[in-house]
């Protein structure tokens, strides 16, 4: 079983910054790719961003492509996303997630473990 921890959400005003923090615990996600999604109320969960196990490919959904920069340090057993230039609409709760997959996976099912979120609110 893996654990995934969520932190680093929170109120900013746009335009502004936040990084956020996955932590994981009960096993090394050192050959998972990781990923970072978002759901705002009565709608579907949206990918934003994915890692590959080693850190050298990176994927991004166009709405976030040039602000957000995903980021993993697999000796910690964590994965980051680093918010620039935040807009209103990036406002959600934002999941983590683990994939045993060793390809670029933007689907939700390809994802076997998540956090429980963190809510980032972009105030205009």
């Known amino acids: 079983q893996v654990q995934l921890v969520e932190s680093g959400g929170g109120l900013v005003q746009a335009g502004g910054s936040l990084r956020l923090s996955c932590a994981a615990s009960?096993?090394?996600?050192?050959?998972?790719?990781m990923g970072w999604f978002r759901q705002v109320p009565g709608k579907e969960r949206e990918f934003v961003a994915t890692?590959?196990?080693?850190?050298?490919?990176?994927y991004y959904a166009d709405s976030v492509k040039g602000r957000f920069t995903i980021s993993r340090d697999n000796p910690k057993n964590a994965a980051y996303l680093q918010m620039n230039s935040l807009k209103p609409e990036d406002t959600a709760v934002y999941y983590c997630?683990?994939?045993?997959?060793?390809?670029?996976?933007?689907?939700?099912?390809?994802?076997?473990?998540w956090g429980q979120g963190t809510q980032v609110t972009v105030s205009s």
């Open positions: 009960g096993r090394t996600l050192s050959s998972s790719n």
């Open positions: 890692i590959n196990w080693s850190g050298s490919s990176t």
């Open positions: 997630a683990s994939s045993p997959m060793r390809g670029i996976a933007t689907e939700s099912l390809a994802y076997t473990y």
